[in-house]
């Protein structure tokens, strides 16, 4: 089968429905968010009914050094897309920095630092002069190189035990993302993203029923993209509502500013310190559900922490998915 391949490839960056189940991947400054110790695995399956389409893996750990107001993470994540197996595969450390500002708000401050690679197989490929010639190595191959870089984000947070505000950026230093040789420095990607806790009831610490309206937006060069959404938390179940689309701004005549309507489920297993959540994105735009088969996300997070650590109050007002 042959295949008629652009010399000018183009893919998204790896992004999450549960964006705050992957809080050092949305913002460097959640870092260490949390009584002490976390754990974090993300999986994201995007258009399975289209072949080959986008594969996320992700995982991360970070700790919450209270006694010098700081959190320290390290996170790998591997993305897949296309027939050719084009794959990007990225290692990074985090810190984060806080400080009070009043008894229950906070500011945060963090930065994160990536190792990346990208990779094609052209074994997966078939070239029109492979098919002319009957070699079985096209020259196109030769043309390309496995590409490795370093990669700069940075954040910060206003965080209280009721609302909050962040605002992200990476890509700072734009690095090289051509796979021929050629200077395509990646665009310089930004987020804004905050949100209200509405708390119906509590006990002590610990939080039983609430609800919070959330947002996220994200902006790339000429490409916007807007997620808002709702969480109702009622102990131990969480569920929530999201869209995702602009449905005000038209880049195109052929292009809908309207892509998905997100819905989530989370569990907290509080005997082991669990919560399990799962969502699916129904497509809403041209490309459709049908064709699409949507996308599932999966996530699990994983906290330690002693006694004493849970007893000092920590903010942490985002939704946990």
């Not at 050092?24 to 009584?35: C, I």
């Not at 602009?246 to 309207?258: C, H, N, V």
Request: charged share 20%; glycine share 6%.
């Amino acid at each position: 089968m042959a295949l008629l391949f652009s010399l000018i490839m183009k893919a998204q960056d790896p992004q999450f429905t549960q964006f705050y189940a992957a809080p050092m991947y949305l913002n460097p400054a959640f870092t260490g968010v949390t009584y002490e110790h976390r754990f974090v695995a993300n999986y994201r399956n995007q258009w399975p009914g289209i072949s080959k389409t986008y594969q996320t893996y992700m995982a991360s750990y970070d700790y919450n050094m209270s006694d010098i107001n700081s959190g320290i993470g390290i996170s790998v994540m591997q993305d897949r897309a296309g027939t050719a197996g084009l794959t990007h595969s990225q290692f990074g450390v985090n810190y984060a920095y806080h400080f009070k500002i009043s008894k229950f708000s906070e500011i945060r401050l963090g930065a994160n630092l990536s190792y990346n690679m990208k990779r094609l197989d052209f074994s997966k490929l078939r070239f029109n002069d492979q098919i002319a010639s009957g070699s079985g190595t096209s020259i196109e191959a030769s043309s390309y190189e496995a590409l490795n870089f370093m990669d700069f984000a940075a954040g910060a947070l206003l965080n209280s035990t009721q609302y909050w505000l962040g605002f992200s950026a990476k890509h700072l230093t734009q690095p090289n993302s051509s796979l021929t040789g050629d200077r395509v420095p990646l665009p310089l990607s930004i987020s804004l993203h905050g949100g209200y806790r509405f708390i119906i009831e509590q006990k002590s610490k610990e939080l039983k029923r609430y609800f919070s309206p959330t947002f996220n937006y994200r902006h790339e060069q000429k490409y916007d993209q807007l997620d808002i959404g709702l969480y109702y938390y009622h102990l131990p179940l969480n569920v929530g509502i999201w869209y995702r689309g602009l449905p005000f701004k038209k880049y195109a005549a052929t292009y809908s500013s309207r892509e998905s309507i997100a819905l989530l489920i989370g569990f907290d297993i509080t005997d082991y310190n669990l919560r399990v959540g799962y969502s699916y994105d129904l497509t809403i735009s041209n490309l459709g559900v049908a064709n699409s088969l949507g996308a599932h996300e999966v996530s699990l997070i994983y906290e330690i922490a002693k006694k004493k650590k849970r007893n000092k109050r920590v903010l942490v007002s985002c939704p946990k998915f």
